[in-house]
């Protein structure tokens, strides 16, 4: 190194600075030296270009063309920001800061500790890319663990504080342990399970009432006295907004916490509720989604049962009317003397005549119009009459079907022919559903908001998916009848303002229930037209 007395004012800074002259190191600091590890006889008469093998290759990458521009006379930046390796093979971040010397050949370079910068470059990249995963995901909890995760990474303690009423509850966390375990024992359960009332945390009400982020030199010194030892706790509390209205708190704690990385922290709590907001929106549109393809399906259906009703009216006139003269003709031929042959054709005649006349009176009971005239009736008696039709027409087969009444069944305010229409397709569609020999239970019993009528079969039940669409018109299960009985039973329940749901039964088989008010409001419902 040569002899340059004149710089020797240098080597009492604190800052590592380097001096060339052209392509030539003239003088180095201590300070210099210590940082690279290096003695004078290493550095001595060393070329710029040989020492930027201390920097990251990643900066190497731009900073030698840069070096070789500015020997060419072109100008180049006066401060560069550059990561070095310094001694113990770690790297810190300096600012590299050019001057003139006290000749004109010669180039003064001092490195200014540029780490908190760069420690807040990290930061902020880190939680850009968190704020950027955020927007994909799909509800709150998960917003808020990675949230809470990403803060973390960076070498801080987290507590995300839900809000909820008058308390603030423990959403996701990343503490110590230690610390976990001990605040723990108070209370006696875990840290998520304990409701802490908003009004002992009067400086998070501040915050909510300031809308803005509170940097705590001392933590402790801000609660007042809760310290346990001499420590200095350097906290943030950020509040987190979720359109417009207090959602909670980021609570976060560290040693390398600052004020300048605390305002990059408090802009992230920011994005943590504009992530919390997509993800209501995204289920608010999801439901309205939901909701446009159930009215969908009902537009569909209603003008599907449209079609029907115009068809009905086709039925009732074009095949009703030569339908009923076909019956009578067989009860005519029926009072002659026939044959073996003759009484075999006619009777197979009146029995599909008959199936005939049943599916156009199911088709015209789902098209016409409904007006209830209710009167009080005894559902107990109405169901055991209905059974004993099914009887004495001989509609049960093999099955067994029994009726159990609660005691103290209220008497019922309904219209009792159409009641007993929606009974017997019911009991028709479970005695056919069900095995020989099998049991259907009729279940007649009071509920809280009026009367319940349940009818099980011991069938094969019905899938979730068929559930779905079971009381629609022309949609059945089997591969005979109509797919018209169900339908009727939902018009007849909801002219009646009751509901019908459909499910399985304990031990395998379907299960129907009716739910009706005591007091029927008669809902009248229109033809399809």
Same mark, same amino acid.
């Given at each position: 190194?040569?002899?340059?007395?004149?710089?020797?004012?240098?080597?009492?800074?604190?800052?590592?600075?380097?001096?060339?002259?052209?392509?030539?190191? %003239?003088?180095?600091?201590?300070?210099?030296?210590?940082?690279?590890? /290096?003695?004078?006889?290493?550095?001595?008469?060393?070329?710029?270009?040989?020492?930027?093998?201390?920097?990251?290759?990643?900066?190497?990458?731009?900073?030698?063309? !840069?070096?070789?521009?500015?020997?060419?006379?072109?100008?180049?930046?006066?401060?560069?920001?550059?990561?070095?390796?310094?001694?113990?093979?770690?790297?810190?971040?300096?600012?590299?800061?050019?001057?003139?010397?006290?000749?004109?050949?010669?180039?003064?370079?001092?490195?200014?500790?540029?780490?908190?910068?760069?420690?807040?470059?990290?930061?902020?990249?880190?939680?850009?890319?968190?704020?950027?995963?955020?927007?994909?995901?799909?509800? $709150?909890?998960?917003?808020?663990?990675?949230?809470?995760?990403? %803060?973390?990474?960076? @070498?801080?303690?987290?507590?995300?504080?839900?809000?909820?009423?008058?308390?603030?509850?423990?959403?996701?966390?990343?503490?110590?342990?230690?610390?976990?375990?001990?605040?723990?024992?108070?209370?006696?359960?875990?840290?998520?399970?304990?409701?802490?009332?908003?009004?002992?945390?009067? =400086?998070?009400?501040?915050? +909510?009432?300031?809308?803005?982020?509170?940097? =705590? =030199?001392?933590?402790?010194?801000?609660?007042?006295?809760?310290?346990?030892?001499?420590?200095?706790?350097?906290?943030?509390?950020?509040?987190?907004?979720?359109?417009?209205?207090?959602? @909670?708190?980021?609570? %976060?704690?560290?040693?390398?916490?600052?004020?300048?990385?605390?305002?990059?922290?408090?802009?992230?709590?920011?994005? &943590?509720?504009?992530?919390?907001?997509?993800?209501?929106?995204?289920?608010?549109?999801?439901?309205?989604?939901?909701?446009?393809?159930?009215?969908?399906?009902? *537009?569909?259906?209603?003008?599907?049962?449209?079609?029907?009703?115009?068809?009905?009216?086709? &039925?009732?006139? $074009?095949?009703?009317?030569?339908?009923?003269? %076909?019956?009578?003709?067989?009860?005519?031929?029926?009072?002659?003397?026939?044959?073996?042959? @003759?009484?075999?054709?006619?009777? !197979?005649?009146?029995?599909?005549?008959?199936?005939?006349?049943?599916?156009?009176?199911?088709?015209?009971?789902?098209?016409?119009?409904?007006?209830?005239?209710?009167?009080?009736?005894?559902?107990?008696?109405?169901?055991?009459?209905?059974?004993?039709?099914?009887?004495?027409?001989?509609?049960?087969?093999?099955?067994?079907?029994?009726?159990?009444?609660?005691?103290?069944?209220?008497?019922?305010?309904?219209?009792?022919?159409?009641?007993? +229409?929606? *009974? $017997?397709?019911?009991?028709?569609?479970?005695?056919?559903?069900?095995?020989?020999?099998?049991?259907?239970?009729? #279940?007649?019993?009071?509920?809280?908001?009026?009367?319940?009528?349940?009818?099980?079969?011991?069938?094969?039940? #019905?899938?979730?998916?068929?559930?779905?669409?079971?009381?629609?018109?022309?949609?059945?299960?089997?591969?005979? @009848?109509?797919?018209?009985?169900?339908?009727?039973?939902?018009?007849?329940?909801?002219?009646?303002?009751?509901? /019908?749901?459909?499910?399985?039964?304990?031990?395998?088989?379907?299960?129907?229930?009716?739910?009706?008010?005591?007091?029927?409001?008669?809902?009248? *419902?229109?033809?399809?037209?």
């Amino acid at each position: 190194m040569s002899d340059t007395a004149e710089y020797r004012p240098l080597d009492g800074l604190p800052a590592p600075t380097l001096v060339t002259r052209g392509e030539q190191v %003239i003088h180095a600091n201590p300070a210099l030296l210590a940082l690279l590890g /290096v003695g004078m006889e290493e550095i001595r008469d060393a070329r710029p270009l040989e020492l930027l093998a201390r920097f990251s290759p990643a900066d190497r990458s731009w900073l030698e063309p !840069m070096h070789a521009d500015y020997t060419r006379g072109a100008t180049v930046p006066d401060k560069l920001w550059l990561r070095v390796h310094v001694t113990g093979g770690q790297e810190r971040t300096y600012c590299l800061r050019r001057g003139s010397g006290l000749r004109p050949e010669d180039t003064l370079l001092m490195l200014v500790d540029a780490e908190g910068e760069a420690s807040m470059r990290r930061l902020t990249e880190a939680l850009v890319e968190a704020s950027g995963e955020l927007v994909h995901c799909r509800d $709150e909890q998960a917003v808020l663990e990675m949230a809470a995760e990403a %803060i973390h990474r960076q @070498g801080f303690f987290v507590t995300v504080l839900l809000l909820e009423g008058d308390a603030l509850v423990h959403g996701p966390m990343r503490q110590d342990p230690a610390q976990v375990a001990t605040g723990e024992q108070l209370p006696g359960k875990p840290g998520r399970e304990v409701r802490v009332p908003r009004a002992s945390m009067p =400086h998070l009400e501040e915050v +909510l009432a300031r809308r803005k982020a509170v940097f =705590h =030199h001392d933590l402790f010194g801000t609660l007042g006295g809760m310290r346990h030892d001499h420590s200095i706790v350097r906290a943030l509390d950020a509040p987190i907004f979720v359109e417009g209205v207090p959602f @909670g708190f980021l609570s %976060i704690q560290g040693e390398t916490l600052t004020p300048t990385s605390a305002a990059t922290l408090e802009l992230f709590a920011r994005q &943590v509720g504009g992530a919390l907001e997509n993800v209501r929106h995204h289920r608010s549109a999801a439901a309205r989604l939901a909701e446009l393809s159930r009215l969908q399906s009902e *537009l569909v259906a209603q003008e599907r049962l449209t079609v029907l009703g115009e068809a009905a009216g086709v &039925v009732a006139h $074009e095949v009703r009317n030569p339908l009923g003269a %076909i019956l009578n003709a067989v009860a005519v031929l029926k009072r002659d003397k026939l044959g073996t042959i @003759g009484t075999s054709a006619v009777e !197979m005649l009146e029995e599909e005549a008959t199936r005939l006349d049943a599916m156009v009176r199911d088709l015209l009971d789902v098209v016409r119009p409904l007006e209830p005239r209710p009167r009080p009736l005894h559902p107990g008696e109405l169901a055991r009459r209905t059974l004993e039709l099914f009887r004495e027409r001989r509609q049960l087969g093999q099955v067994r079907v029994s009726v159990d009444e609660a005691p103290d069944v209220p008497t019922l305010q309904a219209d009792e022919t159409l009641l007993q +229409l929606a *009974l $017997e397709n019911l009991l028709r569609n479970a005695v056919q559903a069900s095995p020989p020999r099998g049991e259907v239970r009729v #279940v007649v019993r009071g509920v809280p908001e009026g009367l319940s009528l349940i009818v099980e079969d011991e069938g094969p039940g #019905v899938s979730p998916a068929d559930a779905q669409r079971l009381f629609e018109p022309f949609f059945t299960t089997r591969t005979t @009848g109509t797919g018209l009985g169900l339908a009727v039973v939902r018009r007849v329940v909801l002219a009646h303002g009751g509901t /019908v749901s459909v499910g399985q039964r304990p031990g395998g088989g379907a299960r129907f229930e009716l739910r009706l008010p005591l007091q029927c409001e008669p809902r009248p *419902l229109p033809p399809l037209r």
